[in-house]
């Protein structure tokens, strides 16, 4: 199953042709200088497996006259299939040649790879030449299409690394796509590095020919019952064999990405995106997080020439990690499908296996549950990918994304294969572990530890338990503790389930999970916990002199710079709408907040801002205030046209959580300015903030209002309502 | 040869399994199946929804058996899945003409 083997084959068929062709000249002399035999497609180039077919023109001048052509080739065709050869035929002049390749470009990728087998040689030269210059020439008009029947190529036939049962030859990464490679190499308008995508190619045909061999058949699909076969015949184990063709697989599609994405700038310059510059000259060892967070939100690739400079040995990272870096990872996991190929890319580089050496467990890592369609590194990936689509559905999606990311992380080797809920125990251990080291609290920590050994809990649960019994959700309820945890795990179920594949998320499972998670919220709602109101969490409060920061006559705005962000205060007197200028204010000023904290105190407004900004000029700062404060700058005006709200937010009212306020929950995509939509729609209302609580968790703001009428009371319930609505109008597209 | 059809609530599948393997059954082929009989379904409210369940999910087992055992398998099917309650199931039995086990071609009862 090698190399050698292939070009055997190929010579051996080789020689025949050539003693088939010359005897047929030799009967017809008419035909000698003007016939030829051209091997194409996977005999062309010279790889055919042994079971492979054979892919053979015979190509005339033009004016030899169609009743020789046609005796030629049946002196040539018959005896070949009396030997039993899958032949697969054409006879063409080389005009006919040259216009199907310009008609169909299936048949001109097939034609990069003419060889020249038997008769004249310079037909096919010049045949070839033509073809080629005609393929460089169309090649711009061309490339849509030919992405196109990619793109629905790699739909239908999945990913060689990741897929369940993936394709040798269609699938992402597959033989098909080397083939592409060499095709769009050959327009000239893009190269590709050579020497790996000629090593890989052999690699995947070495296992090809053994597939064969195996199937008894030419079947590319790689399916786990012949995996043994397939490993015997290479002399080495079953998963090694695995993972190397899914490696092989992987980088080759990583080329042919990138392939593409070079093409699709070259050819359309409007397209580039503009990322973050990288400073080379930084040593923060977490500068790939952000760049990568970037990269993923955008949906553009992480070139593999940075992701090699960010994996360049340096100062190990510290544990735990610092609160920037937290942040852009879950930024990266929240970041929607562009999480995958950066990933990808930086797993590639080894980046991902220095912060998480764990992964090395799943990596590649074929799942033992036929409902699976991905492997388990991938199907972790999906899994944050359609938790991304779900943010808004939970209190706290930084831990709904690192769930995600590590609900199977116990599936190494050590528990492959064993009870299903041993992965989530092993699994636990170490997200508890990993969570700790990435530098979030003890309680997160628990939280997603709490989250990845009860994974297949509700599931489990509600197919397997009678849900008209109702000691079958009190006992979920005392596993599972509080509603907002249950939120998270119900969420997280839904991912798995629907990352895993179509059997797994049936409308039948759905409406057991949704029962049972409903009878679950009912038994915690008059049995649960209380949540801790959040103006009582601590770690916010004012400062108790007001008046040695601040005054009621002016604003004072005082920042304090950080390395990777600053924190501005200011002080000031209260009134409706303060909070609403300020907030737009720093939007004006392209001054992203990540987390603030308001609240008011004898007639004065304090406030806390973190910036993103590593540097605030304050007093610039205070002149763009004053010009706000005095109606010079109409914020309406700029805000709402610059920045308008892209995807809907979720408004709830937090009944009973204070008897003294309003309580408003606001859950909306991060974006310029949404902060300043949240206070202008409560000033307009004529609601006064007691107090506010912003966070950023990922891409998405979570915000928590205690807001009271002009006499400082609550609202009454029909106005809390319809300000909550007037709230989710306005943060969501008009 | 008899095919043996139960549809049971799904969280004594389990039990209807194990019941049947301890007989020796050999093989049996399940679905998830929706359905409702007396009891009419009902109506569920999930995230604030409210969405029509009048199809209550079951499982649905399927086993082909000699004709010696249909007695037996009825009786430990209907045994195991039984709660007393509204909902249990049904499990009814229809005549099969010829079974063929696709990889051997053994037909009849050696293909059970």
Sequence with gaps: ?734 | MKLVTAVVKPHKWDDVRDALETFGVAGMTVTEASGYGRQKGHTEVYRGAEYDVTLVPKIRVEIVVDDDDVADVVGIVAKAAQTGKIGDGKVWVQPVDSVLRIRTGEQGAAAL
């Design chain 1, 1 to 734: 199953m090698t190399a050698a083997a292939r070009a055997e084959r190929c010579r051996s068929l080789d020689e025949r042709l050539r003693s088939l062709l010359a005897e047929a000249v030799r009967a017809l002399p008419e035909a000698a200088g003007r016939t030829a035999l051209v091997a194409v497609g996977g005999y062309g180039r010279s790889e055919m497996s042994p079971l492979s077919d054979v892919d053979v023109v015979l190509l005339h001048t033009p004016d030899l006259p169609d009743d020789v052509c046609a005796e030629v080739a049946e002196l040539v065709w018959y005896p070949l299939w009396d030997d039993g050869v899958s032949l697969d035929h054409a006879v063409r002049s080389t005009d006919e040649m040259r216009s199907v390749a310009a008609a169909d470009w299936k048949a001109a990728v097939g034609m990069v790879d003419t060889r020249h087998v038997a008769g004249e040689q310079s037909l096919v030269r010049s045949v070839r030449s033509a073809v080629l210059a005609d393929w460089r020439r169309g090649a711009r008009r061309r490339l849509p299409q030919l992405r196109a029947a990619w793109a629905e190529r790699l739909d239908r036939a999945g990913d060689l690394a990741y897929s369940a049962v993936p394709d040798l030859k269609d699938s992402r990464g597959g033989l098909r796509d080397a083939v592409l490679l060499r095709a769009l190499v050959a327009t000239w308008l893009v190269d590709a590095p050579h020497r790996p995508l000629e090593e890989h190619r052999a690699a995947l045909l070495d296992i090809r020919d053994s597939l064969h061999v195996a199937a008894g058949r030419p079947s590319d699909r790689w399916t786990p019952e012949l995996l043994p076969d397939v490993a015997r015949l290479h002399g080495v184990e079953p998963e090694p064999l695995d993972h190397q063709l899914r490696d092989v697989g992987r980088r080759t599609g990583q080329l042919v990405d990138l392939t593409w994405s070079r093409l699709l700038h070259r050819s359309s310059p409007r397209r580039r995106i503009r990322t973050r510059r990288i400073d080379r000259s930084a040593t923060d060892p977490f500068a790939f997080v952000p760049a990568a967070a970037d990269a993923a939100e955008r949906g553009v690739l992480l070139g593999p020439s940075a992701a090699a400079w960010f994996a360049r040995p340096s100062a190990t990272l510290p544990d735990p990690w610092p609160e920037h870096a937290r942040r852009d990872l879950v930024r990266l996991l929240a970041a929607g499908p562009g999480l995958v190929p950066v990933w990808e890319t930086l797993d590639c580089a080894g980046l991902v296996g220095r912060f998480l050496p764990e992964w090395s467990g799943i990596r590649l890592r074929r799942s033992q549950s036929a409902v699976h369609r991905f492997t388990i590194d991938r199907h972790s990936v999906e899994t944050c990918v359609e938790a991304s689509h779900r943010l808004r559905d939970v209190a706290r999606p930084d831990l709904l994304v690192l769930a995600a990311l590590l609900h199977d992380i116990g599936k190494g080797p050590a528990v492959d294969g064993a009870d299903r809920d041993d992965h989530s125990t092993a699994g636990a251990q170490t997200a508890d572990k990993i969570a700790r080291r990435l530098g979030f609290d003890d309680d997160s920590a628990t939280t997603v530890a709490f989250l990845v050994r009860n994974h297949l809990l509700l599931p489990g649960t509600a197919v397997r338990r009678d849900l008209d019994d109702p000691a079958t959700a009190r006992a979920v309820a005392a596993e599972v503790g509080d509603l907002d945890r249950l939120e998270l795990l119900a969420t997280l179920v839904e991912c798995d389930a629907r990352s895993a594949g179509p059997t797994a998320w049936t409308g039948w499972r759905a409406g057991q999970v949704h029962r049972l998670v409903g009878e679950v919220a009912a038994v915690l709602r008059r049995t649960g916990p209380q949540p801790t109101p959040v103006e009582h969490l601590g770690g916010w409060e004012p400062p108790r002199r007001l008046g040695a920061t601040g005054g009621r006559d002016g604003y004072q705005l005082v920042a304090e710079a950080g390395s990777h962000g600053s924190r501005l205060l200011v002080t000031g007197p209260d009134r409706i709408g303060l909070l609403a200028d300020l907030a737009g204010t720093l939007a004006a000023a392209g001054l992203g907040v990540r987390a603030a904290r308001a609240a008011t105190r004898d007639g004065v407004a304090w406030s806390q801002w973190d910036l993103d900004a590593t540097t605030v000029d304050t007093g610039r700062l205070k002149l763009r205030l004053d010009r706000v404060l005095d109606a010079t700058t109409d914020l309406a005006t700029r805000l709402d046209i610059a920045s308008p709200p892209a995807t809907a937010a979720r408004v709830r009212v937090l009944s009973g959580t204070s008897a003294t306020a309003t309580v408003l929950e606001v859950r909306a995509a991060d974006q310029p300015a949404l902060l300043w939509r949240v206070f202008r729609t409560l000033a307009d209302a004529g609601a006064d903030v007691r107090s506010a609580h912003v966070d950023t968790l990922g891409p998405q703001a979570q915000d928590v209002l205690y807001v009271t009428d002009r006499h400082g009371r609550a609202l009454p319930q029909h106005a809390a309502d319809r300000l909550a609505a007037a709230l989710k109008r306005a943060l969501s597209p008009h």
